[in-house]
């Protein structure tokens, strides 16, 4: 059974005691409030689904105290399960990441009959939904921690974006952006496995690589495993690609480079890409990529070629061990030194000097 990714709440008698059009007043339960901070720490985004006038309604979510661990809130007087299929459609979950929890059979019955993957639940079942397997992630990381703030800014910053008048570039130039670029620890791993096992359209190999061989290249003096995060004025991206690298004595083996879609628009891939052929000519090594074709990843063999990477010889590919998985090829690049971008700033590990800070890289 798949984890809940998101819970979404009637009010009325559910998320709180009372009907807010018959009483005037309602309350929250200390036990629905647990229930509600707990599985925003356990990454579970949560919205609303209410018949209710939406202003009235959105008051007292406000006044209760819970407003803010409220994503999409879907208040008014239309279907149930087209207010759940529009959270669903917006966050991008599939139904059968989706929850919803109601005190009425009657609205329980009109969204498992129209969206029938969504699992219902009633509402007497809102104080042992956290004793529950499903609503239990075996693993909370860091980004799971920050899931819902990641959400609210991603929201903001889409409305900033189609109402900004100037050039794509100066929007991003505006944003703030920050990339850093560090290596990955322990705590790390899951969020980096995920990466490899989810991440398609901007993967260069389509390779899993399990916990255990994560932890056995974390801890080879030989092999990098970077951790790439993103931040912009609006919030957090989280952590959003990862680098596999091995560093040979005439050339460096990027073994896998993988973003996440979320920030294709930001150019997150080539900005990875000029800045470890960067470090590459500053440490006087060529760079040697694994690339394997799969039925998503046409834009990461773009970002490639675009970079520069292509089928010529460089020094030392020959001390490359033959790759272990089928298809996967090997790109060439002669490295030589490049520019910072211009649209977001960027800090990172160094891995020539071994300087222990994270540093800028600056013209």
């Known amino acids: 059974m798949n984890t809940v990714k998101c819970l979404v709440w009637d009010l009325d008698n559910t998320l709180w005691q009372g009907v807010l059009l018959e009483d005037g007043e309602v309350r929250l339960r200390e036990e629905v409030r647990r229930v509600i901070v707990e599985l925003d720490r ?36 239309g279907a149930k399960s087209a207010a759940v299929r529009a959270i669903a459609d917006r966050l991008r979950f599939a139904h059968d990441t989706i929850a919803f929890i109601d005190d009425t059979e009657m609205e329980r019955a009109e969204v498992a009959h129209h969206l029938p993957d969504v699992r219902v639940y009633p509402h007497d079942m809102a104080d042992k939904l956290l004793e529950l397997p499903e609503f239990s992630p075996a693993v909370v990381t860091e980004d799971a921690a ?37 290596r990955a620890t322990e705590p790390d ?29 974390v801890h080879d003096p030989d092999h990098e495993v970077l951790v790439v995060a993103m931040t912009d004025r609006f919030g957090p991206h989280g952590a959003v690609g990862i680098v596999l690298l091995r560093k040979l004595p005439a050339v460096w083996h ?35 990529a694994d690339f394997r074709r799969t039925d998503r990843n046409r834009m990461m063999e773009v970002a490639y070629r675009f970079a520069g990477f292509g089928q010529d010889d460089v020094a030392g590919v020959a001390d490359i061990a033959p790759a272990e998985v089928d298809g996967i090829e090997r790109l060439g690049l002669r490295a030589e030194r490049k520019d910072p971008p211009t ?8 891995l020539v000097g071994n300087h222990p800070d994270l540093v800028l890289w600056s013209a």
């Open 343 to 350: 649209t977001m700033t960027v800090r990172a590990v160094d």
């Open 42 to 77: 356990r990454g579970i985004i949560q919205s609303i689904a209410s018949r209710n006038d939406h202003d009235h309604a959105w008051a007292w979510v406000e006044k209760l105290g819970v407003a803010e661990y409220i994503v999409l809130p879907q208040i008014g007087w």
């Open 146 to 182: 920050q899931r819902r703030r990641m959400y609210q800014a991603a929201f903001v910053r889409e409305a900033a974006r189609t109402e900004f008048t100037g050039a794509d570039e100066e929007f991003l130039r505006s944003a703030g952006l920050e990339m850093t670029i560090r």
């Open 189 to 217: 791993l899951v969020r980096v496995e995920e990466l490899t096992l989810r991440t398609s359209q901007m993967n260069a190999t389509g390779v899993h690589y399990s916990d255990e061989a994560l932890r056995g290249l």
């Open 254 to 288: 990027l073994k896998l480079l993988a973003t996440s879609c979320r920030v294709v628009a930001f150019g997150a891939g080539a900005v990875l890409l000029n800045w470890l052929t960067d470090q590459a000519a500053a440490a006087g090594v060529d760079l040697a």
